[in-house]
């Protein structure tokens, strides 16, 4: 049997590296299990050095395809509703990677172990999310790799691969600020069908999503206050140099505003910002 990592940074690889989505997500709990018990203990794992793989281990299916390509489906049909179930769980494990992506990446920035703190709990709620979400697919006759999706999610960590402030920007501040906006109505499509293990599920999801948001903005104003940088111009610079999605509204202002994100933030964003 291996040893078990013996780093935080040594942890993140691990789950890296892990193809299986179910086996991933349990290392993902383990390692954050261990981290904070260390903590708790006052013998907080060692940080490490450690090199992320460019791209993160992963199953041989779904089958990854252009977003144009992936199937569309009625989402009030049973079928539909499958399909988007399976379609957040891709989105779930994929925050998976992209939080111990950002843990073994930027050791050699100096910060505060709080840091760490909050991006192992959101790798581990992830996780859970992910395993929620496949409980649903199995309830279905489904699994996570039964349909296809799409392969865009990892270009968002590959274009920010370089820069930490960027990653904090575009990741948490504006795709995981997204799923905000967007899981609302996908609870309310649920909660019509009467399929509460659903609404559960997202409901979690929605509720956990905001400190996911909070972290990034949190993070990302002390690096511009470390650095004499303005937030909310900084925010912006980045995000039209790095970010090459769609940013259109409607918005969830208030529960942006919870996360630390005023609507100034981003509004101004709405025209700059187009698909490439």
């Known amino acids: 049997m291996p040893l078990p990592p013996d780093s935080l940074a040594a942890c993140a690889v691990d789950v890296l590296t892990t193809a299986d989505a179910r086996e991933k997500t349990v290392k993902s709990r383990a390692h954050a299990r261990a981290w904070f018990e260390g903590r708790a203990a006052g013998r907080p794992m060692a940080l490490g050095e450690a090199s992320p793989p460019a791209h993160p281990a992963r199953p041989d299916k779904p089958e990854l395809l252009a977003p144009r390509d992936v199937p569309r489906r009625r989402p009030g049909s049973a079928q539909g509703r499958k399909a988007l179930l399976h379609a957040v769980a891709h989105i779930e494990l994929n925050a998976v990677d992209l939080h111990w992506d950002i843990i073994a990446r930027f050791t050699a920035t100096l910060m505060p172990l709080e840091f760490y703190d909050d ?158």
């Not at 920010?160 to 904090?168: I, K, N, V, Y």
């Not at 109505?185 to 909660?191: D, H, K, L, V």
Request: proline content about 6%; some cysteine.
């Open 119 to 276: 991006w192992v709990r959101t790798a581990d709620e992830e996780a859970r999310h992910f395993q929620l979400l496949e409980d649903c697919l199995r309830a279905r006759d489904s699994f996570y790799g039964d349909m296809p999706a799409h392969a865009e999610m990892w270009h968002a960590a590959e274009d920010t691969a370089g820069d930490l402030m960027a990653r904090l920007a575009v990741v948490p501040m504006i795709l995981e600020a997204r799923g905000l906006d967007v899981t609302p109505p996908m609870i309310a499509m649920f909660r019509k069908a009467g399929q509460d293990d659903a609404v559960a599920a997202l409901e979690t999801i929605y509720a956990e999503e905001v400190g996911h948001v909070a972290h990034g903005a949190t993070w990302f104003r002390f690096l511009c206050e470390r650095g004499g940088l303005p937030v909310q111009e900084t925010f912006q610079a980045l995000a039209r140099r790095y970010f090459h999605g769609a940013l259109k509204p409607p918005f969830n202002e208030d529960k942006r505003a919870e996360a630390g994100l005023p609507a100034d933030f981003y509004w101004p964003l709405v025209d700059d910002i187009r698909p490439d």
